[in-house]
């Protein structure tokens, strides 16, 4: 692990109860550079890869745009399950999490999805991809109801597995999609209509204090 890492967490399958034997482990994490390297020319990464494989790292400035932004990949890393480091800043961005959500979840994710549909071929469809697109469905007709992503997909499990290894005709989750993104449309949204930019700025700024 990187000594900068303030967040380091399990994504993927197994944070959303997916996993099978040949799972992956997907980790993403958020790092703190150095405040002092901002006042320089070149500017430290905004992301990063590794060192651990499937390892993805954004700094913590970048994260926290996105996740103001209702970047879905970013939200959901800060409900993860399964924390495999923190930092008392991270344990703070954690804390954060609501701060973050906004209305802006409905549009987000159901883009999302619908760029994953465009890129799906129905007379072959890269299965896995479906699979993952309908959970995001999921996640984010959770999100909007209850405040939170749905992580843990628990009674669709089997449904999902079986998208994903081909057993379920295209019609039919064609039809769930659409079910699941009619639903996410019409939900009422229990969240509100901005996120909290402020009690993002103040945290940000005490991470960049901290690391002067």
């Known amino acids: ?10 994504m993927g399958s197994r944070a ?6 040949d799972s992956d482990t997907d980790r993403r994490g958020v790092y703190a550079a150095p405040t002092a390297a901002f006042w320089r020319l070149d500017k430290p990464p905004t992301h990063r890869d590794g060192p651990l494989p499937e390892q993805f790292s954004w700094e913590v400035e970048r994260f926290c745009v996105l996740a103001l932004d209702a970047n879905p990949t970013v939200l959901e890393c800060l409900w993860s399950p399964i924390v495999e480091m923190i930092t008392p ?14 209305e802006k979840v409905r549009h987000s994710f159901a883009g999302y999805s619908d760029a994953q549909l465009r890129g799906l071929d129905p007379a072959a469809p890269a299965w896995k ?3 993952h697109m309908l959970r995001l469905l999921l996640s984010a007709l959770h999100l909007v109801r209850h405040g939170e992503p749905l992580m843990q997909v628990g009674p669709h499990r089997e449904r999902l597995l079986a998208i994903k290894r ?9 039809a769930w999609r659409r079910s699941l993104s009619a ?3 019409a939900a009422p ?3 509100p209509e901005r996120p909290d930019r402020r009690r993002v700025e103040d945290f940000l700024a005490s991470v960049r204090r901290e690391n002067l």
């Open 129 to 131: 991809r479906t699979m």
């Open 189 to 191: 949204c229990t969240l």
């Open 183 to 185: 639903e996410l449309a």
């Open 89 to 102: 800043a991270g344990r703070r961005l954690r804390e954060l999490r609501t701060a973050f959500v906004s």
């Open 166 to 174: 081909g057993e379920v005709p295209w019609a039919e989750v064609d």
């Open 16 to 21: 959303y109860g997916l996993e099978t034997d």
């Open 1 to 10: 692990m990187n000594d900068d890492l303030i967040l380091s967490v399990v």
